[in-house]
RNA sequence: AGCGGGGUGGAGCAGUCUGGAGUGCUCGCGAGGCCCAUAACCUCGAGGUCGGUGGUUCAAAUCCACCUCCCGCUACCA
């Protein structure tokens, strides 16, 4: 039988950002999810990487006295290294200036053009010298560039246009037969309701600097970011053997992208002739200490302090506890750690430790888990399935306080009762493989100890009764 | 301005779609229990007219209308 797949994708983040606490949520999400449907026994394939092209990093590159690939070369290392440290698991780390990727746009760009979906135009807009950008008209203030305070010129570029226009009635269409396609829902309307007040078709294109995918058409002109960026779900999946990916499941976004997500995207692949994704689901954002993340105002966390705080499976685990998965949540330090001391010190790790203790003092017995018929598993794996996964968390430690409780109504320390500990020591075990996605690391230190394989279908399984050694802190408390 | 989201015991949140005793979670507070365990764990309790007004209904936190306050989005900006 040939598994199911299921491909997810993260953003393509820009590499001149250092690895933020946004960053790391997606991308944690992403590898939860992916670890949820590999252990499910899916086909997995998880998709992250870098947009390397742009204005932006062609100046900062210059600034640093650097050709623009050799810059973004020097600032890969640290996104890799922050989901190493997050224990992300990926299995491809895209770039722009990937070969594979530049010669899939340019085919389908020349698609797309040969379609009479592009065609050539003006671009109008307010251009500052000092920033060599163009500003939108409410950017401005009093006329002059929000940076330099010098007076701004309108200036036009040729450009190629994208017939965004054209596609309103598809896409609209296209939202109705496929009402998850724009996830949470509440997002869905927002986007369907922008599209109704209509579309502009979208410039492509730039010729003011070089620093990008050429178009096949017009070599003079490169392609602007957007198109360029989003192929990249697409390219990925174009390598031998991995087709069978596309079209991908879910794709995991901020919700400050959606727009582009649940319009350009879906439109360009119509016009390009190719099938739709299933998904993009637009997560909300992290406000730090109630005030919104802004690199000026230094209220940054990134992920080496985040993981410094209480180390990765309490981050990995506070991020996705904490607030409803899809809405905006607040990051603090205080709430993190006091997670981490509450509910996995005190819950699951202190649970392991006096059961494990238990254990190998009086040995465990094999026998029927009637505990186990607490575990509402059927509703964690829908839950998950519709990508809620705070929710999932809630039950899975639900069933945690139940087996304290158990412990503490049978009063295994008095009784002695091998049986009791053995239906403890095989919950446990089903914790630690729910649980693994969300904190792998722990979920494997407890595999380990007791002696079982992280995979779903053990979760029913009877645990061999092993001897049992006493479990090493999992969780100090901060 | 338009659109979207929110206002639930002292704090922070679920619950609202698919109405059914104010149910639940984390923390804080009060009392007790246990002693296996990471001074952890378990039980009980105090505390809320579920933003306001009106409507539908046998029944409304939940559905409808209006009002009020907070927050976000408004496009070529990752």
Same mark, same amino acid.
């Given at each position: 039988?040939?598994?199911?797949?299921?491909?997810?994708?993260?953003?393509? /983040?820009?590499?001149?950002?250092?690895?933020?606490?946004?960053?790391?949520?997606?991308?944690?999400?992403?590898?939860? %999810?992916?670890?949820?449907?590999?252990?499910?026994?899916?086909?997995?394939?998880?998709?992250?990487?870098?947009?390397?092209?742009?204005?932006?990093?062609?100046?900062?590159?210059?600034?640093?006295?650097?050709?623009?690939?050799?810059?973004?070369?020097?600032?890969?290392?640290?996104?890799?290294?922050?989901?190493?440290?997050?224990?992300?698991?990926?299995?491809?780390?895209?770039?722009?200036?990937?070969?594979?990727?530049?010669? $899939? *746009?340019?085919?389908?760009?020349?698609?797309? /053009?040969?379609?009479?979906?592009?065609?050539?135009?003006?671009?109008?807009?307010?251009?500052?010298?000092?920033?060599?950008?163009?500003?939108?008209?409410?950017?401005?203030?009093?006329?002059?560039?929000?940076?330099?305070?010098?007076?701004?010129?309108?200036?036009?570029?040729?450009?190629?246009?994208?017939?965004?226009?054209?596609?309103?009635?598809? !896409?609209?269409?296209?939202? #109705?037969?496929?009402?998850?396609?724009?996830?949470?829902? &509440?997002?869905?309307?927002?986007?369907? &309701?922008?599209?109704?007040?209509?579309?502009?078709?979208?410039?492509? +294109?730039?010729?003011?600097?070089?620093?990008?995918?050429?178009?096949?058409?017009? #070599?003079?002109?490169?392609?602007?970011?957007?198109?360029?960026?989003?192929?990249?779900?697409?390219?990925?999946?174009?390598?031998?053997?991995?087709?069978?990916?596309?079209?991908?499941?879910?794709?995991?976004?901020?919700?400050?992208?959606?727009?582009?997500?649940? *319009?350009?995207?879906?439109?360009?692949?119509? +016009?390009?002739?190719? +099938?739709?994704?299933?998904?993009?689901?637009?997560?909300?954002?992290?406000?730090?200490?109630?005030?919104?993340?802004?690199?000026?105002?230094?209220?940054?966390? &990134?992920?080496?302090? !985040?993981?410094?705080?209480?180390? *990765?499976?309490?981050?990995?685990?506070? !991020?996705?506890?904490?607030?409803?998965?899809?809405?905006?949540?607040?990051?603090?330090?205080?709430?993190?750690?006091?997670?981490?001391?509450?509910?996995?010190?005190?819950?699951?790790?202190? %649970?392991?430790?006096?059961?494990?203790?238990?254990?190998?003092?009086?040995?465990?017995?094999?026998?029927?888990?009637?505990?186990?018929?607490?575990?509402?598993? #059927?509703?964690?794996?829908?839950?998950?399935?519709? /990508?809620?996964?705070?929710?999932?968390?809630?039950?899975?430690?639900?069933?945690?306080? $139940?087996?304290?409780?158990? *412990?503490?109504?049978?009063?295994?320390?008095?009784?002695?009762?091998?049986?009791?500990? /053995?239906?403890?020591?095989?919950?446990?075990?089903?914790?630690? $493989?729910?649980?693994?996605?969300? $904190?792998?690391?722990?979920?494997?230190?407890?595999?380990?100890?007791?002696?079982?394989?992280?995979?779903?279908?053990?979760?029913?399984?009877?645990?061999?009764?092993?001897?049992?050694?006493?479990?090493?802190?999992?969780?100090?408390?901060?």
């Amino acid at each position: 039988m040939v598994n199911k797949k299921f491909y997810i994708t993260t953003p393509i /983040y820009y590499p001149n950002d250092i690895p933020h606490v946004g960053h790391a949520y997606t991308t944690i999400a992403a590898d939860i %999810l992916s670890r949820w449907f590999r252990i499910r026994g899916y086909d997995v394939f998880f998709l992250t990487g870098t947009d390397d092209h742009g204005k932006k990093i062609a100046l900062a590159a210059e600034k640093a006295g650097k050709s623009p690939k050799k810059f973004t070369d020097s600032l890969i290392p640290k996104f890799k290294e922050a989901w190493k440290k997050l224990n992300i698991k990926y299995d491809r780390f895209i770039r722009t200036t990937d070969k594979d990727h530049e010669k $899939i *746009v340019q085919e389908i760009l020349q698609k797309t /053009y040969d379609k009479g979906d592009i065609y050539k135009g003006e671009y109008e807009g307010y251009y500052c010298i000092g920033c060599e950008a163009y500003y939108t008209e409410k950017d401005l203030e009093n006329g002059c560039c929000p940076i330099h305070k010098t007076k701004i010129e309108k200036l036009k570029e040729e450009t190629y246009f994208f017939k965004l226009s054209k596609y309103q009635k598809a !896409l609209l269409d296209f939202y #109705k037969k496929n009402p998850d396609f724009i996830s949470p829902k &509440n997002r869905r309307q927002e986007i369907i &309701n922008r599209v109704k007040e209509g579309l502009n078709d979208l410039s492509i +294109s730039r010729t003011s600097f070089n620093w990008g995918i050429p178009l096949p058409f017009d #070599k003079k002109h490169i392609c602007y970011v957007w198109q360029d960026a989003l192929y990249n779900y697409y390219s990925a999946t174009r390598q031998k053997g991995k087709e069978k990916y596309w079209p991908t499941n879910i794709h995991l976004i901020g919700k400050d992208i959606l727009w582009f997500h649940s *319009v350009y995207w879906p439109a360009f692949l119509i +016009s390009a002739g190719i +099938s739709l994704p299933n998904c993009v689901f637009a997560h909300g954002w992290w406000t730090f200490d109630k005030e919104k993340i802004s690199k000026s105002r230094g209220k940054v966390i &990134n992920v080496d302090e !985040l993981v410094a705080i209480a180390g *990765v499976d309490s981050a990995r685990y506070f !991020l996705f506890r904490e607030g409803v998965f899809g809405e905006d949540s607040d990051f603090s330090e205080k709430i993190l750690i006091e997670r981490h001391n509450n509910e996995l010190a005190n819950k699951l790790g202190n %649970l392991v430790s006096r059961v494990t203790n238990l254990a190998e003092k009086n040995q465990i017995q094999k026998t029927t888990n009637n505990l186990l018929k607490k575990l509402k598993l #059927k509703q964690i794996e829908k839950l998950i399935k519709n /990508y809620e996964l705070d929710k999932a968390l809630n039950l899975i430690f639900e069933f945690i306080d $139940i087996c304290n409780e158990y *412990v503490q109504n049978k009063k295994p320390w008095e009784t002695k009762d091998k049986k009791v500990l /053995y239906e403890l020591v095989d919950s446990i075990k089903a914790i630690a $493989i729910l649980l693994w996605p969300f $904190i792998p690391e722990t979920s494997e230190k407890i595999a380990k100890q007791i002696g079982f394989k992280i995979k779903f279908d053990e979760i029913k399984k009877p645990i061999p009764a092993n001897k049992i050694k006493k479990s090493e802190i999992l969780f100090k408390k901060i």
